[in-house]
């Protein structure tokens, strides 16, 4: 495993992280709780529970470019869009998805303010990453998302895996990244707006590979765009999610997280008890913390269920295929 910052230096940027000198101890002002929507076909009522209130939930992205048509009734301003370039075109030219967003901005009169870019590069289409070498994708990139910070839309690295071989993919995209913007000129610098990551694991993982990452961004904003515990049983799972919840929370560099496990447990790759709803699409007691309700005393496991497709799991979901269909029909993952 390659490692360009001595392995001390990000143990004890991670212990840092637990000291209270390194965190807001005031709740945040706005919460900072977000939506990994993956829609499930067959069960499209599952859709409107996490906008029904009350729910701290105050953004959401799909891996597309295009909002759901489902949350087109909640204001912009309550609920935020974020846009993604889950993956690369096949020409580097295309602007497909700078395009999109202008449209969204200019013609639909949606105030996109963030946009989230590709979702992990470093894996391959086996394992569920989006399978992008880096020169590929800082080319792509300064295509497309440093228009839109020009426009001021904030813009995010590339989300990588959930292990250390992700921050070597994601140091050589800004090296490329700012070979290119500086070429016919003076040096310049990859410019971004705030930096994505994922986990999957326990908490003490999580916030060693959280440290890894500020001791490589010191002074950037973190989005947890995609973590959990995954297939633990069902005291491990909770705990963990307080625990990360309230870490998140009062922590200032952390300015979003959005858990992934927004669907049934019958059809989780993340385990059962990792889900937000039951059998039957109940919440959880994680799903009801997570919308700030009180606990619903709800059994993951319970409920007869009626989903039959095939679930998210870590990393990449493994989507719904009729709407995975769609996305490539419409241009969504491949901006072509």
């Known amino acids: 495993m390659r490692s360009s910052i001595p392995l001390s230096t990000a143990l004890l940027a991670a212990l840092s992280l637990t000291t209270p000198a ?7 002002s706005k919460s900072k709780r977000g939506l990994v929507f993956t829609p499930n076909v ?60 202008k449209s969204l901005i200019e013609d639909r009169g949606i105030n996109i303010t963030h946009a989230l870019s590709f979702n992990e ?3 391959s289409w086996e394992y569920g990453g989006s399978n992008i070498d880096p020169d590929t994708a800082a080319q792509v990139y300064v295509n497309n998302f440093i228009p839109l910070q020009k426009l001021g839309v904030k813009v995010g690295l590339p989300a990588c895996a959930g292990h250390y071989d992700g921050l070597v993919w994601l140091q050589d995209f800004l090296k490329k990244c700012s070979a290119i913007v500086s070429e016919g000129g003076s040096q310049k610098n990859c410019s971004y707006d705030f930096v994505p990551l994922h986990w999957y694991g326990n908490f003490e993982g999580l916030a060693s ?34 625990m990360s ?12 997280y959005s858990l992934f496990g927004a669907f049934r ?63 490539f029909a419409t241009g969504i993952l491949l901006g072509i």
Not at 80 to 90: D, I, N, S
Not at 216 to 227: G, N, S
Not at 272 to 293: E, Q, S, V
């Open 121 to 123: 590069p470093d894996l």
């Open 209 to 242: 590979h959280m440290g890894s990452y500020s001791a490589i961004f010191p002074d950037d904003k973190l989005w947890i765009t995609e973590y959990n515990f995954n297939d633990q049983d069902l005291s491990a799972t909770q705990d963990f999610y307080k």
């Open 42 to 101: 067959t069960t499209p009522e599952d859709d409107r529970i996490w906008v029904q209130s009350p729910s701290n939930l105050t953004w959401y992205y799909n891996y597309g470019e295009f909002p759901s048509a489902v949350f087109d009734d909640v204001p912009q301003s309550k609920f935020e869009f974020v846009p993604m370039l889950w993956g690369a075109p096949t020409d580097v030219n295309n602007i497909t998805f700078l395009n999109t967003v």
């Open 245 to 256: 919840a309230e870490y998140f929370d009062r922590l200032e560099f952390v300015e979003r």
């Open 22 to 28: 390194a965190a807001d101890s005031s709740p945040p």
């Open 265 to 327: 447990s019958d059809v989780s790759n993340v385990g059962p008890n990792a889900a937000m709803l039951n059998r039957d699409g109940n919440l959880t007691d994680i799903g009801a913390w997570y919308l700030g309700r009180e606990a619903t005393g709800v059994d993951p496991q319970s409920g007869g269920g009626k989903s039959k497709s095939a679930a998210p799991k870590a990393g990449l979901p493994q989507l719904d295929a009729v709407w995975l269909g769609l996305m």
